[in-house]
């Protein structure tokens, strides 16, 4: 129920952005701007794909000194 209000919401906000650059810009710079957008949440894809395995790295890691730990 809130997931597809959210959607519905993301849907209105995505569909009056689209007919304000439509109106406002040229094709060429549309075409740029989603580019640029690609762009920016493939590096933040990326950057969290990173975060995430140093963050299991480093939970395995204090795991091993809770067990090294206990057996002193």
Do not use: C, G, P, Q
């Amino acid at each position: 129920m809130l997931f597809k209000r959210l959607l519905k919401n993301l849907e209105k906000i995505k569909k009056l952005l689209v007919f304000n650059l439509r109106k406002n810009f040229s094709d060429k710079v549309i075409d740029f701007l989603e580019v640029l957008l690609f762009l920016f949440l493939f590096l933040i894809t990326v950057y969290f794909i990173f975060i995430a395995f140093t963050e299991i790295l480093l939970i395995l890691i204090l795991l091993i000194l809770i067990l090294i730990y206990r057996k002193l």
